[in-house]
C-alpha cells in the first residue's frame, strides 16, 4: 500500500494539469464540434483516470513525450536526515561518506493517507450502493405502461429512433423525473402523474429523449462515472470535470432528439424540459430528463442555437477527439503504476559458477547477510559465496555513482576533457562536500550533490533508458531524481552489479572507449607494478543505522580481469568500509591483490 499510496499520490497532482488542459479544450470548443463528440471525449477522460491504477509499459511513447519524466521528477519519497557518517581505515580511500534516509515517517504517512482515501472510497460507495438498493426496489414495485394511446405513442417513438429491441416501458408514483435504468435489463421508468397529466406531444419529446440515453448506451457508462467518482472522491479538480460530464450527457441527448425534430419544433422541446424536469435523486444510476435550474437554462440555449451537423463540424470534432487522444497518450507513460520487481535478480549460468564459503571474511551478527561475487572474465567462470544475498536486489546506494557517470558522458553532460562542476555554496554535511569537484574527486569523497547534478543534467528519460540498454538492477527510478538510488526505488543485487562492471570493462554497451576509460579513472584506487585496483564504496543509512554495505570494484593485471562486489547487510554496522575491507581480505586470500 505504502508503494501505491506514493505513486498515486503523486499521480493525482499531476493529473491537474492534463484535466485543466482537457476542460479548456472543451470551453474552447463548445459550439464549435458536434455534441455527440463533446461527450465521446469524455470516454477518453475516463480511461485517463484508469492509467494511475494500470501496470502499464509505454516504451515507445516515453520516449516521444516529455511529459512521461514529470513524475519521476516529482515523485521523490525519501527524506533526509541530519545523521551522517565518514568512517575510515589506514587506507585514505576508504574512508566513506553517506547520509541517513528518514524511513519511518513517510512509510507511517502514506499508510495513514492511504486509509483515509480508503475510507473516503468506501464510503462513496456505500452511498451509490444504498442509491442503487433504492432504485432496484422502486423498478421492481414498477407497473408496466398500460395506457393503449401512450403504448402506441412509445412504439411510434422506437420506430423513429430507429431502435428494434423491445424496450420496456413502466409507471411509478415514486419518481419526479422519467429516468433510464439498468445495465444489463434497461427499463424506462415514468413518473405516473407525468402519464396522467403530460399531452401527447411533450410525452412524445419525452420518450423521444429516454430512448436516446438508451441508443447511447448512458445506463452502462453511469457506473463507470460512479466508479471514477468513488476513486478520486479527494480531487476537486477531476469532480468539477465528472460534473460537466453529467451535464453534457443530457445536452447530447437533446442533439440525438432535436435530430429528429423539425425546427420549428425546437421550442416546443425546451418548453417541455422546462415543465417537466426535474433533478432526481438517482442521477448517478439512471439517465433521465432532469437537472438544476442552472444546467437547464444552459441546455435551453443549447437547444434555440441548435444546428445540424455539418461535413465542416465533424471534420473538426474528429481533429479535436484526434488532440485530445494525444494529450493523454502523452501524459500516461507518467501516471503507470509500475509495482516493484521481485527481490529475483539475473543469474549467471551454473556450469560457470563455483559456490564457495567466504562468510568466515564478514563479520557476524544476528539479522545480517553477506556475499562476495568473483568474475574471471578471460575464463567466464563465477566464484560466489552467499548466494542467497547474492541474488537479492538492495540498494544500490554510492555505488549508482559508476552508472551516472558513464551516463552523463555518453549523454554529452561531461566530457571527458571537462568534468567540473561549481560548488553552489550551499552548505554540505562533509567539509570535503564543500568545494568545486571534478570526476575524480566526486567519486572519491562520494560526493552526493555532484552525481545529483549530474542526473538532473542527464534528464529521467534518458536515465531510464540507459538502464534498460544496461539492464541496470530494477531500472525503477519512481523514488524521485535526486533520492532513487538511496535506499530508495532503484535495487540491483551483487551478481548484477559484477555483470554490469565486466561489461563495462568489455564495453559490450558499445559506448565511447574514452568515456570508460574516463570513468575508471576516477575509480582508481591503488597501483602497482603488477596491476591495477579499482572500485567504489557505498553505504545504506536508514533512520541513523548502517544497513547496507557495499564495495564493488574490478582487478586488472597483465593475466586478466577480475570483477568483484562485496556486499553486507543487516540492522546496523553494515557499511562500506567493512564491505571493503573484507574484499581485500578475500582478494589477497585468492593472490590477486594485498
Known amino acids: 500500500m505504502t508503494v501505491f499510496g506514493r505513486h498515486f499520490f503523486f499521480s493525482s497532482l499531476l493529473l491537474v494539469f492534463p484535466a485543466f488542459l482537457f476542460l479548456l479544450l472543451k470551453r474552447l470548443t463548445a459550439g464549435r464540434i458536434s455534441s455527440q463528440m463533446q461527450y465521446r471525449l469524455w470516454y477518453l477522460f475516463l480511461a485517463f483516470l484508469a492509467v494511475p491504477f494500470l501496470p502499464l509499459n509505454f516504451p515507445g511513447l516515453s520516449g516521444l513525450f516529455p511529459a512521461s519524466a514529470l513524475f519521476r521528477l516529482s515523485s521523490g519519497a525519501s527524506s533526509l536526515s541530519d545523521t551522517i557518517s565518514a568512517v575510515s581505515s589506514g587506507r585514505s580511500w576508504l574512508r566513506d561518506f553517506s547520509v541517513s534516509v528518514n524511513r519511518s515517517t513517510p512509510d507511517v504517512l502514506w499508510t495513514v493517507l492511504g486509509g483515509l482515501w480508503l475510507s473516503g472510497v468506501l464510503v462513496m460507495l456505500l452511498s451509490a450502493l444504498r442509491s442503487f438498493w433504492r432504485l432496484a426496489r422502486l423498478r421492481s414495485s414498477a407497473l408496466p405502461l398500460e395506457n393503449p394511446a401512450i403504448r402506441e405513442l412509445y412504439r411510434e417513438c422506437l420506430e423513429e429512433s430507429g431502435i428494434s429491441f423491445p424496450l420496456p416501458v413502466s409507471t411509478t ?11 444489463f435489463r434497461p427499463c424506462i421508468l415514468l413518473p405516473l402523474s407525468l402519464v396522467s397529466r403530460c399531452p401527447a406531444p411533450s410525452l412524445r419529446h419525452i420518450l423521444l429523449h429516454e430512448l436516446a440515453h438508451y441508443q447511447r448506451r448512458d445506463n ?46 425546437y421550442a416546443a422541446y425546451g418548453h417541455t424540459l422546462l415543465n417537466f424536469a426535474r433533478e432526481d435523486a438517482f442521477s448517478s444510476f439512471a439517465s433521465g430528463l432532469g437537472g438544476t435550474a442552472k444546467e437547464l437554462k444552459k441546455r435551453l440555449l443549447g437547444i434555440l442555437s441548435y444546428r445540424p451537423v455539418t461535413r465542416k463540424i465533424r471534420s473538426r470534432s474528429s481533429l479535436v477527439f484526434l488532440l485530445t487522444l494525444i494529450l493523454f497518450l502523452g501524459f500516461s507513460p507518467a501516471l503507470a503504476f509500475s509495482p516493484p520487481e521481485t527481490d529475483s535478480s539475473w543469474e549467471p549460468s551454473l556450469e560457470h559458477v563455483i559456490q564457495t564459503d567466504f562468510s568466515g571474511y564478514f563479520p557476524e551478527a544476528e539479522g545480517t547477510g553477506s556475499s ?69 574527486t566526486a567519486m572519491r569523497y562520494s560526493v552526493n550533490w555532484y552525481f545529483q547534478e549530474l542526473d538532473s543534467r542527464t534528464g529521467a528519460r534518458t536515465l531510464q533508458k540507459a538502464m534498460q540498454t544496461m539492464s541496470y538492477g530494477n531500472q525503477d527510478i519512481s523514488g524521485g531524481l535526486s533520492s532513487f538510488w538511496l535506499e530508495s526505488s532503484l535495487q540491483i543485487s551483487p551478481l548484477e552489479q559484477v555483470r554490469f562492471l565486466g561489461n563495462l570493462c568489455q564495453n559490450r554497451f558499445s559506448l565511447e572507449d574514452s568515456h570508460i576509460q574516463t570513468v575508471k ?11 591495477r585496483l579499482y572500485g567504489k564504496t557505498g553505504t545504506g543509512q536508514t533512520d541513523g543505522h548502517f544497513v547496507n554495505g557495499w564495495f564493488t570494484g574490478f582487478v586488472e593485471t597483465d593475466t586478466g580481469t577480475w570483477c568483484f562486489a562485496s556486499h553486507i547487510r543487516g540492522t546496523d554496522g553494515a557499511d562500506g568500509e567493512t564491505a571493503a575491507q573484507c574484499a581485500l581480505d578475500i582478494l589477497a586470500a585468492l593472490g590477486l591483490w594485498c
Open 173 to 183: 408514483p415514486y419518481l419526479d423525473s422519467p429516468v433510464l435504468t439498468g445495465f
Open 220 to 265: 452502462r457508462t453511469a457506473p463507470l462515472t460512479i466508479l471514477a467518482g468513488a476513486l478520486y472522491w479527494f480531487h476537486p479538480v477531476i469532480r468539477l470535470a465528472l460534473k460537466n460530464m453529467r451535464q453534457e450527457r443530457e445536452s447530447a441527448c437533446d442533439s440525438l432528439v432535436l435530430d429528429l425534430l423539425a425546427p420549428e419544433e
Open 372 to 440: 562476495f561475487v568473483l568474475w574471471n572474465l578471460e575464463e567466464n567462470t563465477w566464484t560466489v559465496s552467499g548466494w542467497e544475498d547474492a541474488s537479492r536486489r538492495v540498494s544500490p546506494d554510492s555505488t549508482y555513482k559508476i552508472f551516472s557517470a558513464l551516463t552523463a558522458l555518453e549523454a554529452g553532460v561531461l566530457t571527458p576533457e571537462s568534468t567540473r562542476i561549481s560548488w553552489n555554496q550551499e552548505e554540505q554535511p562533509f567539509p570535503e562536500w564543500n568545494q568545486d569537484q571534478t570526476l575524480s
Open 521 to 531: 579513472d576516477a575509480l582508481l584506487l591503488e597501483g602497482s607494478p603488477n596491476g
